[in-house]
């Protein structure tokens, strides 16, 4: 389990959780295949192991090799990642975050996507009442 709530990672470390959350457990090897413009392997083990310390990655050995799976759920990842996002860029405001992105041009939102939005926004309502 992860030592903080917050998952502050660099883009490294973000592309090497990317990569164990598509393939749920991999080598050093099948880490760096999967990553683009990838580091050596010694740089991939290096940032393994401090995602290890940082309570993230989960390590195993199998023969000679070290299998990693990651140690926090991708919704987990990804709450801690949108919440710096919204206080980074947007002062906390999920509001402000999501006008950003409708007012961009190159948004694709179907009309079945902000049915969905609108059904998230009534949900919350009635649980703030």
Do not use: C, W
């Not at 389990?1 to 050093?28: C, G, P, W, Y």
């Amino acid at each position: 389990m992860a030592k903080t709530h917050d998952l502050n990672l660099s883009r490294r470390e973000r592309q090497i959780m990317n990569a164990l959350f598509q393939r749920r457990q991999a080598s050093v090897i099948e880490i760096a295949a999967a990553i683009p413009d990838p580091p050596s392997d010694t740089a991939v083990r290096t940032l393994l192991r401090i995602l290890e310390s940082k309570g993230y990655v989960l390590r195993q050995k199998e023969g000679r090799r070290h299998l990693y799976r990651p140690a926090v759920s991708r919704m987990r990842a990804a709450r801690a990642a949108l919440s710096t996002v919204l206080g980074t860029f947007f002062r906390g405001s999920v509001g402000d975050a999501l006008a950003a992105h409708l007012a961009d041009p190159m948004t694709e939102i179907d009309a079945q996507e902000l049915d969905r939005l609108q059904h998230l926004i009534e949900q919350a309502k009635r649980e703030l009442a």
